[in-house]
Nanobody
Framework: QVQLVESGGGLVQAGGSLRLSCAAS????????MGWFRQAPGKERLFVAA????????YYADSVKGRFTISRDNAKNTVYLHMNSLNSEDTAVYYC??????????????????WGQGTQVTVSS
């Protein structure tokens, strides 16, 4: 059973930065594609960023492109989301997710097999 634990969320002023971490256990981390999604209050969960198992390919939602960077350290079984130039629209619960196998599609929530519990990011204006 794969377990994912997010950390690094918190309160930040508009224009500030945060780095989220997601530590994985229980699986072969380098074999998993990883993604970040977020859910704002009263809204559906949306794709933010994703990365392939070897880190060679990354994918971003248009709303975060150029501001957020996804990366991974397979030696530490951890994926990161570096967030810069934060604004109030980035306020949400952020979830990391892991996908194994050939059915993965970066932007589709349904193609991920395991999810973390989420970490709250609040951007104050």
């Amino acid at each position: 059973q794969v377990q994912l634990v997010e950390s690094g969320g918190g309160l930040v002023q508009a224009g500030g930065s945060l780095r989220l971490s997601c530590a994985a256990s229980g699986g072969t981390f380098s074999s998993s594609a990883m993604g970040w999604f977020r859910q704002a209050p009263g809204k559906e969960r949306l794709f933010v960023a994703a990365i392939t198992g070897n880190g060679a390919n990354t994918y971003y939602a248009d709303s975060v492109k150029g501001r957020f960077t996804i990366s991974r350290d397979n030696a530490k079984n951890t994926v990161y989301l570096h967030m810069n130039s934060l604004n109030s629209e980035d306020t949400a619960v952020y979830y990391c997710a892991a996908a194994y196998g050939s059915r993965w599609f970066p932007r589709l929530e349904s193609r991920y097999d395991y999810w973390g519990q989420g970490t709250q990011v609040t951007v104050s204006s």
